[in-house]
């Protein structure tokens, strides 16, 4: 990139330039020039038909010393692009050099060519669409139970909703990377990424997520129509998720409202009309509460990862707003999704084995997360929340599960029961 530099005089004064780095040395010029052009080392007079003086040898000696000196250390661009005004670090380099393809797992087994495609959707890292998938179980569960609902058609759906779940997590990974493309180089956990180290272009990443929004369109249609109505606005939350975090302290309560939606499709999902059915109405807002704040709790610990880094580069968390009280935060939060998950099985009159198996497994599991984490370990943040989604959301999918199955063997023994009785008459 070429640094054009003006002449003053016979020198060019360095404290104009001294938030540049330059020294004054390498600002000399001789007064013939009415500027000189720095690229690479070359100098050339832009005035023609001047005569240059005898200071010229000597001046042009020194500019170039100088100027080599700066070219060779500190990068023009750095004070002249459009990046983030903060410096990189030995640590955060935007260079990948020392970036290597994975050796195991299932994507080490992939072509190369489709290595950052699977890393940008995060296929070797399969928590998040747990952690999306969940909410959807729940509320099929739930509706499974409010419905008496078929065994096949849960099943059937729940095989459609975690499909579902893998499709629109990738989405929203790329649609995060590229929001994030110009901060990601410089975190640690993120500047690997194939967005951030030039591995996937921005028009490959855009290209290559709307085949995955036309997937999971193609996952959606296969539900009830009354679903569109019901699926169709999450895409606006998908999509602006990445803004919060520059504008809130609180981005991860925009990702709860974000990964939570698949506790409202359930019911629609199993032909339960959720604004006819003020049961199922009620059932559906304190589930999708709970999964919010559920959210809102795991995130939070997750955030505690890139504290450092988010502090640095500007990205706003609930992990920075509230760093000194966290564990009070993430109490309160447990409590507020165990309140409402109970509310919702209220609802549907749900059995003992709801109650003891997903609420009491809940409480469990969150309070265990909470008093063993150590939020300034980044191994520990991460161990809990990929391990907290089994805990607790399996947890949670169990009890509704078993109540599902009571329900059903109650349900099949009246009615044997009611066979009999009319066959007696």
């Known amino acids: 990139m070429a640094l054009r530099i003006k002449a003053v005089g016979t020198f060019c004064p360095a404290e104009k330039f001294s938030r540049l780095g330059v020294p004054s040395r390498a600002l000399e010029v001789a007064d013939f020039f009415q500027c000189c052009s720095i690229s690479n080392s070359r100098y050339r ?92 179980i729940f509320s099929t569960l739930m509706a499974a139970s409010y419905t008496a609902s078929p065994p096949f058609a849960v099943l059937s759906t729940s095989i459609l909703f975690f499909t579902g779940a893998l499709i629109m997590r990738g989405a929203g990974c790329a649609i995060n990377d590229l929001w994030d493309r110009n901060l990601d180089p410089y975190v640690e956990r993120t500047r690997h990424r194939p967005i951030a180290r030039g591995a996937v272009s921005p028009l490959n990443a855009i290209t290559f997520t709307g085949i995955q929004l036309l997937a999971g369109l193609g996952i959606l249609l296969q539900f009830p129509v009354s679903c569109l109505i019901y699926g169709i606005p999450s895409l606006l939350l998908v999509t602006t998720y990445p803004l919060a975090k520059r504008v809130t302290h609180y981005p991860q309560f925009v990702l709860g409202l974000t990964f939570s939606w698949g506790a409202i499709m359930g019911f629609p999902a199993l032909g339960v009309s959720v604004l006819a059915d003020s049961t199922a109405m009620t059932a559906v807002a304190a589930l999708y509460a709970s999964c919010v704040s559920w959210t809102v709790l795991y995130d939070m610990i997750y955030a505690h990862m890139d504290i450092k880094d988010d502090a640095k580069v500007g990205i706003k968390s609930i992990a920075l707003r509230h760093e000194k009280g966290t564990k009070g935060v993430l109490s309160a939060l447990a409590l507020v999704q165990l309140g409402f998950l109970a509310v919702a099985g209220s609802a549907i009159e749900a059995g003992p084995m709801f109650y003891l198996g997903s609420c009491g497994s809940a409480a469990a599991t969150l309070g265990l997360m909470i008093w063993k984490v150590r939020l300034k370990e980044v191994g520990s943040c991460w161990w809990w929340f990929k391990n907290g989604a089994l805990f607790t959301g399996g947890g949670i999918a169990t009890g509704l599960l078993a109540d599902y199955m009571v329900k059903k063997y109650q349900l099949s023994s009246r009615t044997d029961k009611l066979a009999v009785e009319a066959g007696l008459s």
């Open 45 to 136: 007079p832009l005035a023609k038909n001047t005569q240059p003086t005898q200071s010229f040898a000597a001046s042009l000696a020194r500019c170039r010393s100088g100027l080599s000196t700066i070219i060779a250390s500190t990068p023009v661009s750095r004070h002249f692009s459009s990046k983030p005004s903060f410096p990189p670090t030995s640590t955060l380099d935007r260079s990948p050099v020392d970036y290597q393809p994975p050796k195991t797992g299932f994507i080490s087994y992939l072509p190369l060519s489709w290595v950052p495609y699977a890393e940008l959707i995060r296929l070797d890292k399969p928590t998040g669409t747990y952690y999306l998938f969940f909410p959807c």
